[in-house]
């Protein structure tokens, strides 16, 4: 990807489901300049009760709602890639997006959609990760931000931060400590592509400088 600039920022589109708290921590990265040269150009939500979708408003960026209970899979992609281009969107930002991509709308966008996902991938894909790492007793728990490919929670990881996980924990403290390290984790994981400076070697990310 070409290093973004000031004169040409990169374009988020922000894909949630649901509070959006991810969404929000990089809307304040992008406001307090920590993401510099990056603008969100619209977020989607595919439900229409969705909190992110509403805490967008209020910032007062574009949203739109393409509601995705009972349509097909591909038709419903189709749509959303559509509005993404419409909006001309650099990268695809899924934050907390409960919905699985068609292959075809993975396709048409390759190396340039990143999800977090709430544990250190491979262990644990799937929904509930910190429940499921912590009933299968880690010690040492996290998030992967890595960019999408046709397999649930599986392209190629771009960062991960690891916490311990404490004796005096439960799963909900656990994923609460983890939600703090992927606010760090998304930012950071978006200014790394923003900067272009990286190169791809089968499933590793290596940063060029
Ligand atoms: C996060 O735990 C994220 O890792 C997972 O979905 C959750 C979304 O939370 N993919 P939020 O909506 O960003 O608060």
Redesign the pocket.
């Known amino acids: 990807m070409q290093p973004s600039t000031p004169n040409k920022p990169l374009r988020l589109g922000i894909l949630?489901?649901?509070?959006?708290?991810?969404?929000?921590?990089i809307a304040e990265s992008i406001r307090t300049k920590k993401l510099p040269n990056v603008e969100i150009a619209i977020v989607i939500s595919n439900v229409p009760e969705?909190?992110?979708l509403t805490s967008a408003q209020d910032l007062g960026l574009p949203t739109a709602l393409f509601v995705s209970k009972g349509r097909k899979r591909a038709e419903h992609d189709a749509d959303v890639l559509a509005c993404l281009r419409d909006h001309n969107v650099d990268l695809v930002i899924?934050?907390?997006?409960?919905r699985l991509l068609s292959p075809e709308f993975v396709a048409a966008l390759p190396n340039r959609i990143l999800?977090?996902?709430?544990s250190l991938l491979p262990a644990f894909p799937g929904l509930d990760?910190?429940h499921q790492a912590f009933d299968y007793g880690v010690k040492i728990a996290g998030?992967t931000v890595h960019f999408v490919d046709e397999h649930l929670d599986h392209g190629i990881i771009i960062l991960q931060r690891a916490i311990p996980v404490l004796d005096k924990d439960t799963a909900e403290s656990l994923?609460a400590r983890?939600?703090i390290e992927?606010h760090l984790a998304y930012s950071e994981a978006i200014a790394r592509v923003a900067s272009g400076q990286y190169e791809i070697q089968s499933r590793r990310y290596i940063k060029k400088i």
């Open positions: 949630l489901s649901g509070r959006g708290s991810n969404f929000l921590a969705a909190g992110g899924l934050a907390g997006y409960l999800n977090i996902h709430p990760a910190q998030c994923s983890i939600l992927e």
